[in-house]
């Protein structure tokens, strides 16, 4: 299993930044892709960003692209989630957890998920 820490949730106002992080331990962190997720309240968790175990593919949902970047540092076993130009409808429970490629789409690996970090957007 890979636990997992999320931190750097808060209130910012709406076109304001936030970067979030997510440190692992456990299982080997570099052999795995990562995502993070967000659950809003009455809705589905969703994906956000992913990024490949190098670094160098990276996935982001449309409602997040050119205004999310998702980025790791493998020595430091943590995912970064950089987020500019925030909105109202950003604001959720942030998670990460490690994924895979499915037909579908990135899908978490393990069911294994932190608590969340959260993540509140003002108008």
């Known amino acids: 299993q890979v636990q997992l820490v999320e931190s750097g949730g808060g209130l910012a106002q709406a076109g304001g930044s936030l970067r979030l992080s997510c440190a692992a331990s456990?299982?080997?962190?570099?052999?795995?892709?990562m995502g993070w997720f967000r659950q809003a309240p009455g809705k589905e968790r969703e994906l956000v960003a992913a990024?490949?175990?190098?670094?160098?593919?990276?996935y982001y949902a449309d409602s997040v692209k050119g205004r999310f970047t998702i980025s790791r540092d493998n020595a430091k076993n943590t995912v970064y989630l950089q987020m500019n130009s925030l909105k109202p409808e950003d604001t959720a429970l942030y998670y990460c957890?490690?994924?895979?490629?499915?037909?579908?789409?990135?899908?978490?690996?393990?069911?294994?998920w932190g608590q969340g970090t959260q993540v509140t957007v003002s108008s």
């Open positions: 456990g299982r080997t962190f570099s052999n795995y892709a």
């Open positions: 957890t490690a994924v895979k490629p499915s037909p579908t789409g990135w899908v978490p690996q393990f069911n294994s």
């Open positions: 990024i490949s175990w190098s670094g160098g593919s990276t």
